[in-house]
């Protein structure tokens, strides 16, 4: 005899209904539904949770909502709720506050790399004949290293070199000089740098140390009106010093990346050294010193921080 779905669906409803007040939930009828397939039910969705039938059929009589039953061999358990009413908001918890991360400690140390031009305030030889003595011109390069002490200020050690010539001629009788100036010098120093913005920085500096010069002259005589037996004669002289030098400055910084910058500098320098010439010959007795130089400074170069 075939089980009609009609009657089945009535039976379930009277046994549910006799049989609800053993129970929480009411139990609901499973209406007809293919085998295999998912489908809701009193507000749940039922899904087989095995993928092909158990070798024996079997098939409930009636369903509480929420609990797995089976029904033509498989097992069906919920899978989500759909009508039910809504769970209360679990209040967001609060999240505590990331911990700050420290800055970076920038380096003390940083490096400029310059190139120099010096412009003489005074003749190089011959004090008592200045309309005769040029002032020698020189241009070099420095590395100064530093290291910050405090906020601002800085300790640095300069290393640098500079070199020039110049010559002149007295045409009457066409004497002529020329000189040829080396300059090393080795300056520690303080600076003090002022920050204008972010990437603007005005810096004031004072170097003292030491200096060496070498100092190196040809003499040329052709007197055009010389006598008999004069002949022309050139008296080449070399003479070094090692003296105290010291300078002041003030210059302006760019900073390009945080660790690269580009400054330029005006600088005041003056040192004691004051190369002698000596005489050359027996008959040359001619003795003189270079006067102590000065010079106007105009540095610029590249600094980098590592």
């Known amino acids: 005899m075939k089980h009609h779905p009609t009657i089945s669906a009535v039976a379930l409803l009277v046994a549910g209904t006799l049989t609800a007040g053993a129970y929480p939930c009411t139990p609901a009828v499973v209406g007809p539904v293919t085998p295999g397939q998912a489908f809701n039910l009193a507000g749940y969705t039922y899904a087989p949770i095995n993928t092909s039938p158990a070798s024996r059929s079997?098939?409930?009589?009636?369903?509480?909502?929420?609990?797995?039953?089976?029904?033509?061999?498989?097992?069906?358990?919920?899978?989500?709720?759909?009508n039910l009413a809504p769970t209360p908001a679990t209040p967001p918890q609060e999240q505590p506050a990331?911990?700050?991360?420290?800055?970076?400690t920038p380096s003390p140390w940083s490096v400029e790399i310059?190139?120099?031009?010096?412009?003489?305030?005074?003749?190089?030889?011959?004090?008592?004949?200045?309309?005769?003595?040029?002032?020698v011109n020189t241009y070099g390069a420095d590395i100064t290293v530093a290291r910050t002490i405090t906020s601002g200020l800085s300790a640095n050690i300069?290393?640098?070199?500079?070199?020039?010539?110049?010559?002149?001629?007295?045409?009457d009788d066409g004497y002529s000089e020329r000189y040829k100036v080396t300059d090393f010098i080795l300056m520690p120093g303080l600076r003090?740098?002022?920050?204008?913005?972010?990437?603007?920085?005005?810096?004031?500096?004072?170097?003292?140390?030491?200096?060496?010069?070498?100092?190196?002259?040809?003499?040329?005589?052709?007197?055009?009106g010389a006598p008999e037996g004069y002949y022309p004669t050139t008296i080449k002289w070399h003479d070094s010093d090692y003296a105290f030098t010291y300078s002041a400055e003030i210059g302006l910084r760019y900073n390009i990346t945080p660790h690269i910058g580009l400054f330029a500098a005006y600088?005041?320098?003056?040192?004691?050294?004051?190369?002698?010439?000596?005489?050359?010959?027996?008959?040359?007795?001619?003795?003189?010193?270079?006067?102590?130089?000065?010079?106007?400074?105009?540095?610029?170069g590249l600094s980098c921080t590592f």
């Open 192 to 224: 003090y740098t002022f920050g204008l913005s972010e990437n603007a920085h005005l810096f004031l500096g004072a170097n003292i140390g030491i200096i060496s010069r070498s100092l190196k002259c040809r003499e040329y005589d052709n007197f055009l």
């Open 114 to 135: 310059a190139g120099s031009a010096n412009f003489a305030t005074r003749p190089i030889m011959r004090a008592d004949w200045e309309e005769l003595a040029p002032k």
């Open 158 to 171: 300069r290393f640098g070199f500079a070199y020039g010539s110049d010559s002149l001629t007295y045409s």
């Open 58 to 82: 079997t098939r409930s009589t009636y369903v509480y909502p929420g609990q797995t039953f089976n029904l033509a061999g498989y097992t069906y358990a919920p899978v989500s709720p759909e």
């Open 267 to 300: 600088q005041f320098s003056g040192s004691s050294a004051h190369p002698k010439r000596a005489p050359q010959e027996e008959w040359d007795d001619a003795s003189y010193s270079s006067p102590r130089q000065y010079h106007n400074t105009v540095r610029c």
């Open 98 to 104: 990331p911990t700050p991360q420290p800055k970076a």
